[in-house]
């Protein structure tokens, strides 16, 4: 959702996070998003710790991790559901306070959860424009809005949807994360995060959101999917990010890891299998295991 002019991330000092293209603080070569040293805990439970993370423009980022290792934790930390209890958070260059999904939307991060949260009892026009409708006089522009939901599916080459005034409902699993990324698009995000996107799709359905996935990364925005699959994993993403007990055990570009190496750290924390030009890919000490 967007917000009035009023709303918005918050820089760390004072004022307003910049959101949009062009922001003078951004560099070619900096990354969109950077996490430093992000902790978050809840009472006595240290869900996250010294999370340093950055999330390039233009690259899918594959975060993963076994069942507890903070990966659900860290995303709706991003997308402002919670309040990190350390570290800083920073959005184009700006270090920013997101108190809440609004902010973090109106700065240029969606967030496409397992559920989609789409209206299956709407079509598929309402549910991309829920919340943003277009309005003439009063009245709802329902030319302009169906223009708008069909060049945006158009321009990402979804080519399974016939009907775009067909009730969501009666869509399969991969036309739904479909139009539910087709969403965020349309709301200029910079950044959409994707929640375990191939869960429980079929082979072709998952074709379709893993060619759905390369072509954000193709238009610049940059990906962050959240994923047990790690054929999946292997085929769409640029770098990988382990987590293990809630803190980020390994980074580094996709092709210093495979399959094992990844195993290895989702279990483990550690692994003496990752490759690199210069050795292994970079890994953190975690805990016990490291």
Not at 88 to 93: A, E, K, L, M, S
Not at 169 to 185: D, E, Y
């Amino acid at each position: 959702m967007t917000g009035s002019p009023g709303d918005g991330a918050r820089p760390a000092h004072a004022g307003r996070a910049p959101s949009g293209a062009g922001q003078e603080a951004a560099t070619i070569d900096q990354p969109l998003l950077q996490l430093r040293d992000i902790g978050k805990s809840f009472g006595p439970v240290q869900a996250l710790s010294g999370v340093d993370l950055d999330i390039p423009a233009g690259q899918v980022t594959a975060l993963v991790g076994d069942n507890g290792a903070g990966k659900s934790t860290l995303i709706k930390t991003i997308a402002g559901i919670w309040e990190p209890t350390g570290g800083q958070v920073v959005w184009r260059g700006r270090p920013v306070h997101f108190r809440s999904p609004r902010d973090a939307t109106a700065a240029g991060i969606a967030t496409v959860y397992q559920d989609l949260a789409l209206c299956d009892n709407l079509d598929i026009v309402q549910n991309m424009l829920l919340g943003h409708e277009v309005r003439r006089h009063l009245l709802l522009d329902e030319v302009t809005m169906e223009q708008t939901a069909k060049q945006t599916l158009k321009d990402l080459r979804v080519v399974t949807v016939r009907n775009i005034r067909q009730p969501v409902g009666s869509l399969s699993g991969g036309q739904r994360q479909s139009v539910a990324v087709a969403k965020a698009v349309m709301l200029e995000a910079q950044l959409v995060i994707m929640d375990e996107p191939t869960a429980a799709l079929g082979v072709s359905q998952t074709e379709l959101v893993l060619d759905l996935i390369k072509r954000l990364s193709e238009r610049g925005i940059a990906v962050l999917v959240v994923s047990h699959n790690l054929t999946d994993v292997f085929q769409v993403a640029d770098r990988l990010a382990v987590l293990y007990l809630g803190q980020l055990v390994s980074v580094g570009p996709i092709s210093d890891y495979d399959t094992a190496s990844a195993v290895d750290l989702m279990t483990s924390g550690v692994s003496h299998r990752t490759r690199g030009e210069n050795g292994p890919a970079r890994t953190l000490d975690s805990g016990p295991e490291g």
